[in-house]
């Protein structure tokens, strides 16, 4: 069983933060330290968008360029746990921001393709008002 729980989303103003989280649980997340996570995000009638993505140790994370600058992706491996500090929030930050965790042999490894993840959260809802 494998489930990842985002949380944190809500209705906000241009220029605001918000930060989301990520819960990993399962019998396959016993070593959470193997994965590499990712956040995505997808607006309605639209392809999914890479966001942000960490390395299993946390020691390397890679950007959108539509985020970089503005967003920070961290984890606390200990808790099983990711977190994505969005500031300076844009009405085109607008979505559904999807959590996803594939395991990787390579601790400083990252990915940004939707398909190199196994698993994926159900999504919170991000709405930033002009």
């Known amino acids: 069983q494998v489930l990842l729980v985002e949380s944190g989303g809500g209705l906000v103003q241009a220029g605001d933060s918000l930060r989301l989280s990520c819960v990993a649980s399962?019998?396959?997340?016993?070593?959470?330290?193997?994965?590499?996570m990712g956040w995505f995000r997808q607006e309605p009638g639209k392809e999914r968008e890479f966001v942000a993505s960490?390395?299993?140790?946390?020691?390397?994370?890679y950007y959108a360029d539509s985020v970089k600058g503005r967003f920070t992706f961290s984890r606390d491996n200990a808790k099983n746990t990711v977190y994505l500090q969005m500031n300076s929030l844009r009405p085109e930050d607008t979505a559904v921001y999807y959590c996803?965790?594939?395991?990787?042999?390579?601790?400083?490894?990252?990915?940004?393709?939707?398909?190199?993840?196994?698993?994926w959260g159900q999504g919170t809802q991000v709405t930033v008002s002009s």
């Open positions: 960490i390395s299993p140790s946390g020691g390397t994370t």
């Open positions: 399962g019998r396959t997340f016993i070593m959470f330290s193997i994965y590499a």
């Open positions: 996803a965790a594939t395991p990787t042999a390579y601790s400083g490894t990252y990915f940004w393709k939707g398909t190199d993840y196994r698993h």
